[in-house]
């Protein structure tokens, strides 16, 4: 008993109090414990105010210093290209102007409530729709001619950048992060060029150091160099008559979105709002029409040929149904193609001008689809304008082809080009470089942003845009464009003729494959719906999710039960049976059909008479399938094409009109012959990275065309030689 007592009274006081005084006690304790973890809280709110006035006061000295005319680093200043965006997509933005922030569910200033705010579509600096007006000639200048050295262009980073090279986390002088520390210290600059980091207070030595020059980071090769690029003088009227254009347009503009923002409906607005004010944006007017000159770039070669979705201007519609169904996919691509062979680019004036590239550059021609499966060339455009020259980016529409771009990079002789959207989009540039006649034609990749983007697949570029972003995003893309491997792709030329032998469509050219009955019927569908509603389309998913669903709709549809008599097809002269239980023939040119299906099968050993495939044999492959069922199957590897034949001179006559596909761009086709021969060899280029040997012909390819420049081998003698090396390695 005594020894309980003893260890009672070695308990703590507050637990042998009865217990109401132990209640007390509690709540006490838990007073204390609010109360300290309110002034921890009041403490961080308080050094994080103080850190973001500190950095604040910064902001505003760097902006006083720039208006300062006596400052020491001189370089070249050029104003923001202001468009419209949706305040919405303005969030964790502030005001370069006013230092406001642009979001309204941070602030509740009234300039903030218009419903739009006015985004640099360069360097991403974002204003209110009342400050653009003020703000600072702190944008990327694009042009540096007469300079002797690209100096360095330090600026705020206004807005969160998604690609940065793995060296641009730090500064790029004292080597310490940028991140910032938690009690403030130096903000950070942005070089507009080469994407390095400095703490504004390093600024000072590293001029002292260096002299601001800039060697324009790890993408220099790729990078149109603005030393190179010549703004080219306007006339007085020129100029005038454009700032009054301009000012109308930025008027224009600002009325219409207050009218939208009272009316809130713009929520799928976003691309018309975007381009009402786009019109002053460097990379689509560095070339003008006029008509003024008279030199010849493309020859009559161009008025001969044209893109493979062409419209039959001669041909008489026979019926309801085939109004409603021959609808052509580019019949807006065209317009702009029939628009340039008009005046054959002859008689271009132009804003800029490419002089005097060294002979080691390589920079890279970048065209964006932004109506591509994905349709998101505006972020596209926005994120290579920072990576790269803006100049250098071309964005495609229904009134500018890529012929303005190839126009630009005329002189160059070595150049790349990279295409920003389907295998529709590949084909148009594919066009269009076809018809300037290059000596040396420039190699081809993609960054696959369509739908089913089977070019890009056999190229290893990817399978979408999310391929692209798991691999590291735009800067490992351009490292990989920059040690791409140059391969060969076949391109066909497709006639339709009548049985008579008369032309009906002008000539259209095939680079991945052809495919007639149920496959271009639902090709054709999702066709029309994506005219009829193109909101649906708005990313790479719910593209197949609706041709999954139209094809659904067409298993039990036996709308080609009949497909073996009205078609017959020849291969280099031999009549081939088309099996009785098929619905569409398809022709082949490449390894992936409808995003990622192999219809021929090079390791099947079934077929000991035919060869292996590839698309840089001048020999193409014709398979069966048996309807929409079947299509479904060899989507998910559960059945295989039935392989016919294989030949370089393919005919399909149809004998009553059916639905046809040239590259995924479906339209009707009235009874016919469709006559498949080869056109030529395009150059591409195949990512390195998952090939066996791909580094070493990427090495190769270089070292060619350093040939070609000292003028060692020829234009002819590197062709062969590329086309040989393509051979070995597949």
Known sequence: MDDFRESDALLPSWISKNPAEMTESYLFIISCIVAGLVGILTIFYTAFQWRRNINLSWMKAIARSKKNPKTRNKVAVASHTWVLEPVNRGKNLSCCVCLVSVSPSQTLSPIASEGFIHRCSICGAATHLNCSSNAHKDCKCVSMFGYDHVMHQWAVRWTEVTDQPDESSFCSYCEEPCSGSFLGGSPIWCCLWCQRLVHVDCHGSMYNDTGDVCDLGPFRRLILSPLYVKEL???????????ITQGANEIASTVRASIRSQSKKYKHGVETSTDTVNSSNVSDTSIESAADTGQTVNGSHNIEENHSGSTNTEEVDQNTEAKKMEKTPSLKRNSSINQRDEFQLEGMKQKYELIDLPPEARPLLVFINKKSGAQRGDSLKQRLNILLNPVQVFELSSTQGPEVG????RRVIHFRVLVCGGDGTVGWVLDAIDKQNFVSPPPVAILPAGTGNDLARVLSWG?????????GGLCTLLEHIEHAAVTILDRWKVTISSQQGKLLHSRKFMNNYLGVGCDAKVALEIHNLREENPEKFYNQFMNKVLYAREGARS???????????????????????VPEDAEGVLVANIGSYMGGVDLWQNEDENYDNLDPQSMHDKVLEVVSISGTWHLGKLQVGLSRARRLAQGQLIKIQLLAGLPVQIDGEPWFQQPCI??????GQAFMLKRAAEEPLGHAAAIIADVLENAETNHVINASQKRALLQEMALKLS
């Open 555 to 577: 298993i039990m549809d036996r709308t080609f039960a009949d497909f073996p008599f009205l078609v017959r097809v020849e291969v280099d002269g031999v009549d081939i049976e």
């Open 674 to 679: 469709l006559t498949i021969t080869h056109h």
């Open 406 to 409: 190839l126009y630009l990079f």
């Open 233 to 243: 003088n306007r006339t007085s009227s020129g100029g005038f008559l454009s700032s």
């Open 463 to 471: 399978a979408g845009l999310g391929s692209v972003e798991r691999q």
